[in-house]
């Protein structure tokens, strides 16, 4: 018997990306209109994929590349713009054989998928080492070094000692490891890629437990950095015990 186009449609919609090829062998012969565009969907969702594919074999170039070498290791950081909160750094190394698609800019990703690449991310992860300096050390030694200290820290807490560091931009002072810098490191560098989506999530979660402390700053969406409503809220009733103070002088 048949099959009814609405089942079809549940199984196409329940398929996941491994499946789409069987999907495409059973349905296409399938002449109802109905199906033939189920069958297009999964067709483009297949192109889709080995382009994600093609994209992601080209970010593990500088992996690749440094391979030899030994343990590969990616570190970016995320807070050095925001008025309130820590700097948050966050050292990856992935296995050589990394199989984890859509890796890229934390930016560039919808904060869902970077919480389902977060839980790829610590699942198959070499090592995952996360360093985060307050706001107050911040205030004291500024941002630039407080980002440093951060990625040593995250350096320190990986559970073997990395090779050969890939950076996102900067030469990380006071560490012993061969570093390259790479400009726009984490769109280009599947491990500097991995590591921006952790510090990414680590520091929201952060921001969005500060959130309930200090609600009048709406930090769980802004992250702690210069909305509008935040830099209103500073004016109106002043800094909250997590602001920078040596970047919030102009709102006071």
């Known amino acids: 018997m048949e099959k009814k186009i609405s089942e079809i449609k549940k199984e196409w919609m329940a398929a996941n990306e491994k499946e789409l090829p069987l999907f495409v062998q059973t349905y296409e012969s399938d002449e109802r209109a109905g199906v033939q565009t189920l069958v297009a969907k999964a067709r483009k969702a297949m192109d889709a994929l080995e ?12 992996e690749k590349e440094y391979e030899h070498m030994g343990y590969v290791c990616g570190i970016d950081e995320v807070g050095r713009g925001p008025l309130a909160g820590p700097v948050v750094a966050c050292a990856v190394i992935l296995p ?33 080492g ?49 570093q ?7 769109a280009k560098s599947v491990s500097i890629a991995a590591a921006s ?8 979660r952060m921001m969005e437990e500060y959130d309930k402390l200090y609600p009048e700053y709406q930090f769980a969406s802004n992250k702690g950095y210069g909305a509008a409503v935040h830099i209103a809220a500073i004016k109106e009733i002043g800094p909250s015990p997590i602001h920078r103070r040596s970047f919030i002088g102009n709102f006071l």
């Open 51 to 62: 382009k994600e594919i093609a994209r992601t074999e080209e970010m593990k170039r500088y």
């Open 96 to 128: 050589k054989d990394c199989k984890i698609l859509y890796l890229n800019d934390s930016k560039q990703l919808t904060a869902k998928k970077r919480e389902e690449l977060f839980d790829s991310i610590m699942e198959e992860a070499v090592g995952v």
């Open 130 to 178: 996360i360093g985060c300096v307050s706001h107050e050390r911040i205030d004291e030694i500024n941002i630039l070094q407080a980002t440093y200290e951060a990625m040593r820290e995250a350096i320190s807490k990986l559970p073997v000692k990395p090779d050969i560091l890939l950076n996102d931009a900067v030469t990380i002072p006071q560490v012993d490891i061969t």
């Open 180 to 186: 390259v810098p790479i400009i726009k490191g984490d």
């Open 197 to 204: 989506i952790v510090a990414k999530v680590t520091r929201d």
